[in-house]
């Protein structure tokens, strides 16, 4: 009795090939290869040096690459090499397509527009004209990241960091994005903030079928958000599976010292 | 309903090695073969550390064997798990393979209704039924009302492991492992987890247990299984 394959799977959304990057002669990753489906969410993990943000910069178009090819998708022009694109084609894949969620809100949002302005400008930026209907959707993704849309006027410098991180990730999602990058979305969150946020990421994720891109140190982080861990050291991916499974029964040394150096509470 | 057994194991093999601890290495079992077909609930024996959970644990995906083959029926054809890529593994618990572990393990914060509708609307189940059909198990499971509001974090051992219990039986997994599902419940709440696995049972579900209950074991295994037998030398 043989084992056949159930499914086909869907084809992938993004295709990272080969992805390597040198910073001169220190390497920032190296040979990185991986596939994510729409619906998938795919964790990032390792320590502070480890080559994880220079990877989700080179996958997101920010850093371009040494060598290697980052295909995505795209609504345009089917499955491409994103640093083939031209400039301007590029960026307007990213607007429409893509979101990210920096660690630091401040890094994502406009400090001088109002937060509604904020949640309202991608939509701005791909066309929309009718100003009503942004406001009703702004007000309507306001509301499902929990924000008290009477404040939709306030600046977010008059926001909590943890309300000011939920404007992010509506202005992040208010576009109908398939594919949005996190880098330690959490990270500068107290726990009891980063608990409600990564229960509502993750029940936007599943309600909205993204495939998420994750970077984060936080084990706890990552076994609550990702479907699939990559495990990096040195600017090399060491262990890649389900994220359970390379949780509780890591294969690679590094892997097991890591898993091994979450303190408990 | 199939003729075929619904999971599958062969050759498995699992030996733990500790790159940190010297290279330890820790055999726990080899060439370790099991089927279980529908209605068939299989419980596995043997004393403490002999590798039940281990097993059970590398049929979920969770620990990866170091050998063999772990074969769950699905769509009419089998998937390996211990082969197949992570979205496949991912596909098999969503829709077939469901785990009942001792321990709660969920986003903190969220309340025990929402955590049970979960699975449901997981599976594209309108957010009214999930409601309904988790509220129906809730009560079958006795948990109080006025905790459905509340998250599970300071509920008692026992309340917790109801909510693990009802996570796990709102979707009718045609394959379910079972580790120690009733460890912390008093003697009435151990009768109606047995009657939910029998009711899944009699509908065609196929299960691995640990149960170190003898009266729960009796009244649930169609056989037992030694997993000592296929210990590995160390």
């Known amino acids: 009795m043989n084992a056949i394959p159930g499914r086909i799977a869907p ?49 997101s178009g920010k850093l371009t690459p040494t060598s290697g090819e980052v295909r995505f998708d795209t609504r345009r022009f089917g499955l491409t090499d994103i640093y083939g694109l031209s400039e301007p084609d590029r960026r307007r894949m990213q607007r429409e397509e893509w979101g990210f ?5 401040r890094d994502g949002l406009r400090m001088r527009v109002s937060g509604g302005a904020n949640v309202a400008e991608p939509l701005m930026n791909l066309g929309g004209r009718h100003y009503g209907n942004m406001r009703q959707a702004t007000i309507d993704w306001l509301d499902r990241v929990e924000l008290d849309t009477r404040r939709i006027d306030d600046k977010p410098r008059n926001f909590s960091g943890g309300m000011q991180q939920r404007i992010q990730v509506a202005r992040n999602l208010i576009h109908g994005p398939r594919l949005v990058f996190m880098d330690e979305p959490t990270g500068g969150l107290d726990v009891s903030v980063q608990a409600r ?24 982080v990552a076994r609550l958000m990702a479907d699939r861990l990559m495990v990096m050291k040195g600017g090399e991916v060491v262990e890649t599976g389900l994220t359970d499974q390379v949780l509780d029964d890591p294969q690679h040394p590094y892997t097991q010292l890591l898993v091994s150096s979450v303190l408990q509470i | 309903m199939t003729d075929k057994p ?47 959970s281990t097993l059970m644990r590398s049929i979920f995906g969770n620990y990866l064997p170091t050998q063999g083959a772990v074969k769950v029926w699905q769509d009419g054809a089998y998937v390996d798990i211990t082969k197949a890529n992570p979205h496949e593994v991912l596909e098999v618990r969503r829709r077939t393979l469901g785990y009942v572990s001792q ?16 699975p449901l609307l997981e599976n594209g189940v309108s957010f009214q039924e999930a409601k309904d059909r988790a509220s129906e198990l809730l009560s079958a499971l006795r948990l109080p009302e006025a905790h459905w509001d509340l998250p599970p974090a300071t509920f008692s051992g026992g309340e917790q492991q109801r909510v693990n219990i009802a996570r796990s039986f709102i979707r009718k997994y045609p394959v379910l492992l079972l580790d120690e599902p009733t460890a912390s419940l008093d003697a009435e709440n151990r009768a109606i987890v047995v009657r939910l696995i029998k009711e899944a049972l009699a509908e065609g579900a196929a299960m691995i247990g640990i149960f170190h209950d003898l009266d729960v074991r009796d009244a649930v295994a169609s056989r037992l299984f030694e997993v000592s037998q296929f210990k590995a030398a160390a």
Request: hydrophobic content about 50%; overall charge negative.
């Open chain 2, 103 to 118: 321990f709660l393990r969920v986003i903190p914060r969220v309340p025990t209704l929402q955590l049970v509708m979960e």
């Open chain 1, 197 to 220: 946020l990564l229960d509502l990421l993750r029940e936007l994720v599943r309600d909205l079928g993204l495939a998420v891109i994750i970077v984060t140190h936080d084990m706890a």
């Open chain 2, 6 to 52: 619904l999971i599958i194991v062969e050759d498995l093999a699992k030996t733990f090695v500790l790159h940190n601890a010297e290279q330890a290495t820790i055999p726990v079992f080899q060439d370790l073969t099991l089927q279980v077909a529908a209605g068939e609930c299989v419980v596995l024996a043997g004393e403490s550390g002999v590798g039940k």
């Open chain 1, 11 to 59: 084809a992938p959304l993004l295709s990272v090939e080969g992805l390597t990057k040198w910073y001169g002669h220190v390497l920032g990753c190296r040979d990185v290869a991986f596939d994510l489906r729409p619906g998938e969410v795919l964790g990032i993990v390792g320590e502070s040096g480890s080559g994880k943000t220079t990877l989700l910069n080179c996958i």
């Open chain 1, 101 to 105: 969620v920096h660690q630091n809100p």
